[in-house]
């Protein structure tokens, strides 16, 4: 412990692009799919994918779901990350410096150490705005923090939160969320988390045995899976459920926004939806608790895609519990789980 300057504290989300144009959106996915932890394929078809196929074709795509998404503030992902920034700096005041860094696109994280080196921080406390770990997300952003710092003269104390998937605040924020709507009304409950590559969450199991491998294997949460990223979010929809007293048949976790052929974190959501619509639902309600910002993946995907998929299939709403976003409730959240590790 340095102890005599101020502490300094990175917020750190994925990333949006500059603008909801095709070049923007090409750059962020050039450099998003780019980074091994994403894309974890050996460095020639990773290449070869992202720079050939990926980027250029879902470029044009998703710029039009980012036009959908885009307000006369920006994205989403950004603009509330800067609420909870500004929150969490009033919050604990003087003796901190916050920065909000975006691990792909702005704000990078080498401005914001940058901007922590000159404030002469003594240590720099790193707050993944993903409530679960994955390599893909956490993984890479303590990574790029490490890198960023790893050249540097003065190296200070750094202390990189891991996870808070169950966090009891965080817990009933979503819940309280939840209660505006009659939850009696709908005929499923559905706790969408974005999904993630099966051969990801093998990797994320040390003993190589059991992510995947056994039945239900990431539906309970133990030493063997604790870092697996779908067994974190089944210990997030189970406290939401237990706040509010779900009954088990009322409710399924699933997993969205798949990409390319391989076999992804199960079920797909879009599948639940389908068998739901199948057996004659006409009312769901989808909670998205992998993100605390509603983005480009719940305003979009469920709020749009989903609920026009369910209308087609016979179906009548998707309606979407919000995300924590700016909330002052979070904000507090945030600012006492960095003052718990600091
Ligand atoms: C919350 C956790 C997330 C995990 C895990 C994750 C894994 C993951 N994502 C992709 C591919 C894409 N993700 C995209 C957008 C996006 N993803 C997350 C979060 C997680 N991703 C966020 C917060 C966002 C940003 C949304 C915004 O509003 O800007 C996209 C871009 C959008 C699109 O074209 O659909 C892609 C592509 C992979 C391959 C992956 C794991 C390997
Ligand atoms: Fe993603
Ligand atoms: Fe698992």
């Excluded at 709908?186 to 059991?210: E, N, V």
């Excluded at 088990?248 to 619509?277: C, D, M």
């Excluded at 700016?326 to 718990?340: E, F, G, S, T």
Aim: glycine letters at 6%; charged letters at 20%.
């Amino acid at each position: 412990m340095s102890g005599h300057g101020k502490k300094g504290v990175l917020l750190v989300n994925l990333g949006t692009p500059d603008a909801p144009t095709r070049g923007a959106v090409y750059r962020y996915l050039k450099q998003f799919l780019l980074d091994p932890r994403v894309i974890d394929y050996p460095w020639l078809p990773r290449n070869l994918l992202v720079r050939g196929i990926i980027a250029p074709f879902r470029s044009g795509s998703s710029s039009k779901l980012y036009k959908m998404l885009w307000t006369e503030k920006g994205s989403p992902l950004k603009f509330y990350g800067e609420d909870v920034r500004d929150g969490v700096q009033e919050i604990l005041g003087d003796d901190y410096i916050v920065e909000l860094a975006m691990r792909y696109q702005n704000p990078s994280i080498g401005h914001a150490v940058q901007r922590l080196e000159e404030q002469q921080v003594s240590e720099i406390i790193v707050f993944p705005m993903f409530p679960q770990y994955a390599s893909a997300t956490t993984g890479s952003v303590h990574e790029a923090v490490m890198r960023e710092l790893a050249g540097r003269q003065i190296i200070p104390d750094v202390k990189l939160i891991n996870s808070y998937y169950n966090h009891p605040d965080m817990i009933r924020i979503f819940a309280d969320n939840a209660r505006q709507f009659d939850l009696d009304s709908y005929d499923h409950i559905i706790f969408s988390y974005h999904g993630l590559p099966q051969r990801q969450l093998r990797k994320g199991d040390p003993t190589g045995c059991h992510c995947t491998k056994v039945d239900n294997c990431c539906q309970q949460i133990s030493s063997v899976n604790q870092f697996c990223y779908s067994a974190q979010c089944h210990g997030t929809t189970q406290a939401i459920a237990a706040e509010l007293q779900l009954k088990t048949e009322q409710y399924t976790t699933a997993f969205q926004s798949r990409l390319g052929p391989e076999a992804w974190a199960q079920p797909y959501t879009i599948k639940v939806i389908e068998e739901l619509a199948e057996q004659g639902a006409k009312r769901l309600l989808v909670f998205s608790p992998a993100f605390v910002a509603d983005c480009l993946e719940t305003i979009i995907e469920i709020g749009t895609e989903y609920q026009e998929e369910f209308e087609e299939m016979g179906g009548e709403h998707v309606d979407l519990v919000p995300s924590l976003n700016n909330d002052p409730r979070w904000i507090k959240i945030v600012a006492d789980m960095v003052q718990a590790y600091a």
